[in-house]
């Protein structure tokens, strides 16, 4: 059952709290600078259990992967072991503080060079930065590192980055970002980078190359080694964006690709709470050639104790306040304890045959753009429902009713009407086939019945939105109405 | 049924450009709002700006995709349409009037002689429409 729920300012009644305060003692005053010139008009005045209420409704209207699965394309939403929290809650790792002398906090730091360990293994790379704050911040840090390679090697040529079509959005944001000019290099008929292509565009204006391996279709880059050589040939860089390793993690690794710099979601891939809004953690591993950029501090080892260290000459800088977003990295650092290696390869080969069961039981039913075999994704479009009127839109719409959380659509842009699915290796079959059954139910839905479909949801607390004024006209800020009786005594 | 009025010059990438005199007004076509769906957001270049042809000159966002616009010919910026930043859906109800986004001064009128005409541009829909 979903109660209707009002606005918290819309609740209470003037005068009324929460907490009765002891009346301040005449004798106090206090300073000035203290004092709140501003009278309180707006802010709610609730009682405690309004407040509970309040927000366990608004809870109650939460779509989450602790409700239904939850297979947004490409963004990895696995569950999130439990333990893992109360891991990171520990006083140890919780109440630190991090100007704590490095003498007093050294199992925080063995902690961290554990993962720096662990992420170095997985990427057959040389040496690992767990400072950016999310994914987006690890590619700003691999494209500054590209620079202040170039720059160190006084190399002005370079302005370009080369981004296949079926990148990440983000990378063209990055690049732009670290000030350089984005050349789009178009995938071919099997939805792949092709090194002929990434030869007709390579040359000393080229920067480096982004690419995302596996690609937004969740297809492997079979080139990927051809292209890196390419690369490399003529002096660029080959960055990958790790968005997708849940499909490779623990079977094949960036730097055995040719790869130079590739980051993790640490949020994704190794289980840590995400979505609306982080916080995330997007270490970067690089070759040892790229090792003198890394921001500062990094770790080093000072006999039996771990310490901080500036000395880097060559380092970029710092990226970010001490050393990222800690609880992430501690529960990055649960999860593969608790898998081992052994158990982090067969969780990715579970997240790929996961994927590909979706997609062997949905094809022929709903339309498969790209033939070539997936990974941990798999991508649908709406061509074959279009006649009856229906698009991936109302697909989405239509599986709120059927309990489950909508697939990323219209992502990626290199297939019209995309549905892009992700169950992840968490999900068992059972579930699968329900998700399956219900979008097999919808295609016919959409023959029999597509006004049921295009209208859809039916069953949410709210159906569609009228999404285009709150684009057009959007109400970003709750204020006060005017108040007839405003004295509070 | 789509319009694609006689007197106007159109692009591939779906553009309209209408003479007026020495100057040249820029808009989207019908074809393009109705691909786009409900535009909610139009970025336009500063007054001044200088175009070249083919390259981006702005940004039209709809509830379901982000767009550039390119410039069909090459030239000065001298007025844009102010309403749409507060009106972006005229894009939708008058891509040819009062949806129009840019008038500028064209700095090569030999450019406007590559641009389709209305049958070659209708024609082009419609092959586009196949795929």
């Given at each position: 059952m979903l109660l209707d729920e009002p606005l918290i300012f819309e609740r209470g009644s003037p005068g009324r709290m929460g907490w009765m305060l002891p009346a301040a003692p005449a004798s106090i005053e206090?300073?000035?600078?203290?004092?709140?010139?501003?009278?309180?008009?707006?802010?709610?005045?609730?009682?405690?259990?309004?407040?509970?209420?309040?927000?366990?409704?608004?809870?109650?209207?939460?779509?989450?992967?602790?409700?239904?699965?939850?297979?947004?394309?490409?963004?990895?939403?696995?569950?999130?072991?439990?333990?893992h929290e109360a891991l990171v809650r520990l006083p140890?790792?919780?109440?630190?503080?991090?100007?704590?002398?490095?003498?007093?906090?050294?199992?925080?730091?063995?902690?961290?060079?554990?993962?720096?360990?662990?992420l170095r293994a997985v990427s057959g790379l040389d040496?690992?930065?767990?400072?950016?704050?999310?994914?987006?911040?690890?590619?700003?840090?691999?494209?500054?590192?590209?620079?202040?390679?170039?720059?160190?090697?006084?190399?002005?040529?370079?302005?370009?980055?080369?981004?296949?079509s079926s990148a990440h959005g983000t990378n063209a944001a990055t690049s732009t970002l670290a000030g350089y000019e984005v050349r789009e290099v178009p995938v071919d008929q099997r939805g792949l980078l092709s090194a002929r292509a990434v030869a007709a565009v390579m040359d000393d204006s080229v920067a480096a190359l982004m690419v995302t391996n596996p690609n937004t279709l969740g297809l492997f880059e079979e080139e990927i080694e051809a292209v890196a050589a390419l690369v490399h040939e003529r002096g660029g860089l080959v960055y990958?964006?790790?968005?997708?390793?849940?499909?490779?993690?623990g079977v094949a690794r960036a730097g055995d690709m040719g790869v130079d710099i590739v980051h993790f979601n640490l949020h994704k891939t190794f289980s840590t709470p995400h979505g609306g809004g982080g916080p995330g953690a997007g270490p970067v591993a690089v070759r040892a050639a790229l090792g003198a950029y890394l921001p500062i501090p990094r770790l080093v080892r000072r006999g039996a104790q771990l310490a901080w260290s500036e000395d880097a000459p060559k380092s970029i800088g710092r990226l970010h306040a001490f050393d990222g977003n800690f609880g992430v990295l501690v529960r990055a650092v649960a999860y593969i304890l608790r898998l081992g290696g052994p158990g982090l390869t067969e969780a990715t080969r579970h997240a790929v045959l996961n994927a590909n069961y979706v997609r062997a039981r949905l094809r022929g039913t709903y339309h498969l753009p790209y033939e070539t075999p997936s990974l941990h994704e798999c991508v649908f479009s709406d061509r074959d429902l279009q006649?009856?009127?229906?698009?991936?839109?109302?697909?989405?719409?239509?599986?709120?009713?059927?309990?489950?959380?909508?697939?990323?659509?219209?992502?990626?842009?290199?297939?019209?009407?995309?549905?892009?699915?992700?169950?992840?290796?968490?999900?068992?079959?059972?579930?699968?086939?329900?998700f399956v059954d219900a979008l097999l139910r919808i295609a016919e839905e959409a023959r029999t019945q597509p006004?049921?479909?295009?209208?859809?949801?039916?069953?949410?607390?709210?159906?569609?939105?009228?999404?285009?004024?709150?684009a057009r006209r959007p109400v970003l800020r709750w204020r006060p109405p005017p108040r007839e009786t405003a004295e509070i005594s | 049924?789509?319009?694609?009025?006689?007197?106007?010059?159109?692009?591939?990438?779906?553009?309209?450009?209408?003479?007026?005199?020495?100057?040249?007004v820029i808009g989207i076509t019908d074809f393009a709002q109705d691909a786009l769906g409900d535009v909610v957001f139009v970025e336009l270049p500063a007054v001044g700006t200088q175009l070249t042809q083919g390259q981006t000159?702005?940004?039209?966002?709809?509830?379901?995709?982000?767009?550039?616009?390119?410039?069909?010919?090459?030239?000065?910026?001298?007025?844009?349409?102010?309403?749409?930043?507060?009106?972006?859906?005229r894009v939708n109800e008058d891509p040819y009037g009062a949806g129009w986004m840019i008038r500028v001064a064209p700095s090569r009128s030999e450019e406007i002689e590559t641009l389709l005409d209305a049958a070659a541009y209708r024609a082009f829909v419609a092959s586009e429409q196949k795929t």
């Open positions: 206090l300073p000035r600078e203290l004092r709140r010139e501003d009278d309180l008009v707006g802010m709610p005045e609730v009682s405690e259990l309004e407040v509970v209420r309040h927000f366990v409704r608004l809870s109650q209207w939460n779509y989450s992967a602790a409700t239904t699965l939850y297979p947004l394309g490409s963004c990895t939403m696995k569950y999130n072991p439990v333990v140890g790792f919780s109440a630190l503080h991090p100007l704590v002398p490095d003498e007093l906090a050294q199992g925080a730091l063995d902690l961290l060079a554990q993962l720096e360990e662990a040496a690992v930065c767990l400072q950016p704050a999310a994914g987006a911040h690890g590619e700003l840090l691999g494209m500054l590192l590209v620079r202040a390679y170039h720059r160190d090697r006084s190399d002005a040529r370079r302005r370009r980055v080369l981004i296949p990958m964006d790790g968005a997708n390793q849940n499909a490779i993690l006649e009856h009127g229906v698009h991936t839109v109302d697909v989405a719409k239509r599986l709120l009713d059927y309990g489950f959380y909508a697939p990323t659509i219209y992502f990626p842009l290199v297939v019209k009407g995309a549905l892009m699915i992700e169950p992840t290796e968490t999900e068992t079959k059972e579930t699968l086939d329900a006004t049921l479909v295009r209208e859809a949801p039916h069953r949410t607390r709210l159906a569609r939105l009228d999404e285009t004024r709150a | 049924m789509m319009e694609f009025p006689e007197d106007l010059r159109y692009t591939k990438a779906h553009e309209w450009l209408r003479r007026k005199g020495t100057e040249a000159f702005g940004v039209v966002e709809s509830n379901k995709t982000v767009s550039d616009l390119f410039a069909p010919v090459s030239g000065r910026v001298l007025a844009v349409n102010q309403v749409l930043r507060d009106e972006p859906e």
